[in-house]
């Protein structure tokens, strides 16, 4: 379990519990925050769960594997903080962990 | 006009199977989809990519199931409108009046939406300024290569569409190719081709750059690029060209008059009609209590739905349920002995 915060676009703030085993994308579309859509479901195949990590966490999360990156291209925005969120699985070492929103996915 | 019993909207994997089974029971469909190929998702996004959870079927690639959908709906001959969107649907009677993007008209009691997330269109440029030219200046897909003879083109992407035109349009226009990052997810013996035109001055090459404006009066003159530095350039073009693959937008469906659930349809798990009779939604579009986005609830959907759509298309006649393995009413529609 770990408190996540998500940061909208507009510096809208939420705070919730994410169980382990989940994603970050889910823990987003089970609460209801707005601003990841996450079309596929999960698949990595679509590009609209993107967030920004700020430096601090970004080298903290386990490392991107083959095909973010190439999926990230496609993203709105993207720059070199950009992480898809259904990439990025929850434990006890995310407790703290801020994502922001980008201001949006399509 | 075209008069048949569904109309089915979206050629992906549950819009196939739904159609073998209106098939089986003796009706007729038309299919129509946004793509320019059957397969919806399957093939657009993860054709290469197996897939483990198809019943019966250890392990498949989405272009493997596609081409098995298609083959097992061979003996219908039903139509497939693809490079085609429903735009318009209006009631008359008992019928359903579906038009399309490119003017189609159809007459059908029943529509069958197995749109998946929506129809897939192409990614464009986060700059407003970009708005201004698009579709004549700004594009997102190529039909017609020699209009960019003599010019200067700023190409934007990392896939193979990116690099395989930035390529093709060296030999006669004056070509830049900007990407995100250094690494290309197009394939290697075209990165190397990049690398190679580069090097000999004939493509200039902007990596870790995107776009930051276009600007022009009346016509485009110029595209600026930034960096995430902050360090911007600009390079004076006369066309624009972004390749960051396809998006899904629900469009027109918002517009029918359904009930709406986010991006998704609330049905009935009887026969999966929607709010609106004799239009029923099927696969990762529908919505219902417990709903799982799998293809083989896509399937299970379909095969529902279609026994809904009969009673609409046959008001006078009694569905009678079969089995494939000994109906000859069936083997019949089939062409099997």
Known sequence: MAKIKYVEHNGKEHIVEVQNGLTVMEGAVQNDIPGIDADCGGGMSCATCHVYVKEDWYDKLPKKEMGEDDMLDQAYEPNSKSRLSCQIMVSDDLEGLTVHMPEKQV | ?337
């Not at chain 2, 298609?70 to 009046?97: A, C, G, M, S, Y």
């Not at chain 2, 896509?298 to 009969?310: P, Q, S, V």
Request: charged share 25%.
């Open chain 2, 1 to 337: 006009m075209i008069k048949t019993d569904v109309v089915i909207v979206g050629a992906g994997p549950t819009g196939l199977f739904c159609a073998h089974q209106l098939g089986i029971i003796g009706l007729k469909c038309e299919i129509v989809d946004n793509l320019d190929k059957i397969g919806g998702q399957c093939i657009e996004l993860y054709p290469d990519k197996p897939i483990y959870d198809i019943p019966a079927v250890p392990e498949c690639t989405g272009e493997e199931l596609t081409n098995n959908l298609i083959e097992q709906i061979k003996p219908f001959n039903f139509n497939f409108h693809l490079n085609d969107r429903v735009q318009e649907l209006t009631n008359e009677n008992d019928n359903w009046i579906v038009k399309t993007t490119s003017g189609k008209k159809f007459q059908t009691p029943n529509v069958v939406i197995a749109g998946g997330v929506g129809s897939f269109e192409p990614r464009k440029f986060p700059t407003k300024s970009a708005e201004k030219f698009d579709g004549t200046s700004v594009l997102y897909s190529i039909k017609d290569k020699t209009i960019f003879k003599d010019k200067s083109v700023a190409i934007f992407g990392g896939g193979d569409s990116a690099l395989d035109w930035a390529i093709e349009l060296s030999n006669t226009s004056k070509v830049s190719l900007i990407h995100r990052r250094d690494e290309f997810r197009g394939s290697p013996s075209s990165v190397q081709k990049i690398k190679e035109l580069s090097k000999k001055n004939i493509i200039n090459l902007y990596t870790k750059y995107s776009i930051k404006d276009v600007k022009g009066n009346g016509s485009l003159e110029e595209v600026e690029i930034k960096n995430e530095d902050g360090e911007s350039k600009i390079l004076k073009v006369d066309y624009v060209l972004g390749f960051f693959g396809l998006i899904m937008q629900l469009g027109p469906i918002v517009e029918w008059g359904l009930n709406l659930d986010k991006k998704t349809i609330p049905v009935n798990t009887e026969n999966f009609e929607t709010n609106k009779k004799g239009i029923f939604a099927i696969g990762d579009i529908c919505t219902y209590p417990g709903k799982l986005k799998l293809i083989l609830s896509g399937f299970h959907e379909g095969a529902l739905a279609a026994r809904g759509c009969f009673k609409y298309a046959r008001p006078d006649e009694k569905y009678r349920f079969e089995f494939t393995t000994a109906s000859n009413t069936i083997k019949d529609r089939l062409g099997v002995k």
